[in-house]
């Protein structure tokens, strides 16, 4: 094997007890985390410095007595997403819980109040914008929660697709929960949303259909 490519692999490893060692205790300090994955602090401090530079670690510093204050490493946000997570199972366990105790009517009007709460946080920012400046701050705002969202005009209606949804893996199984997003949109416009096309049909995205009711 070359020098090289060894030595890369060996950091990789190196940088992966890292990370792992930080998931498991929350906060180490270069010390703590050189005794834990057993290489000496400087080369510590220098896979902290490169996972620092990629977001993936931040530090604190932490006031202990007396003496100066000791910096603890934790993992950023987007440090913890390396990791498996259980998220999307519990998800489906928690509606399939929901579903089987309660009756359908009011686990729709759940969901239907989800969306009215995402919807209400933009209350103010959609206050008097004309349609099209709606659409477009909507288009954004849906960005924020996940959705990759186009829109264009055809006539006096307005097609809205949805290029990606954050809850696809969920509403296969669980189909109402499609009703969250066509809720907020339909909220978010003060108007209604049709869907005219699903990705749980089959289509290659979810399509919705606005009528601009002003020039009717």
Known sequence: MDTIQH??????????????????RHHCTVNELAKAVDINPISVRHHLNKLEAEGLVTSLEERHGVGRPRRLYQLTETGRELFPTRYLRLTTRLLTQLKDQLPQPMVNQIFAQMAKD???????????????????????????????????????????????????????????????????????????????????????????????????
């Open 7 to 24: 030595l890369d692999e060996q950091n990789q490893t190196t940088r992966q007890r890292v990370l792992k060692t930080l998931l498991l």
């Open 118 to 216: 995402i919807a209400a946080d933009y209350e103010e920012a959609l206050k008097g914008l004309p349609l099209e400046e709606r659409l477009e701050l909507i288009k954004r705002l849906l960005g924020q929660e996940g959705f990759s969202v186009e829109w264009e005009k055809q006539g006096s209606d307005y097609l809205i697709r949805e290029i990606n949804c954050p809850y696809l893996q969920v509403s296969q199984a669980h189909p109402e929960v499609c009703s969250i997003d066509q809720t907020l949109i339909s909220t978010l416009l003060s108007l209604p949303a049709e869907k005219v096309r699903c990705v749980l049909n089959g289509d290659t995205h979810c399509t919705y259909v606005v009528t601009n009711q002003a020039t009717e």
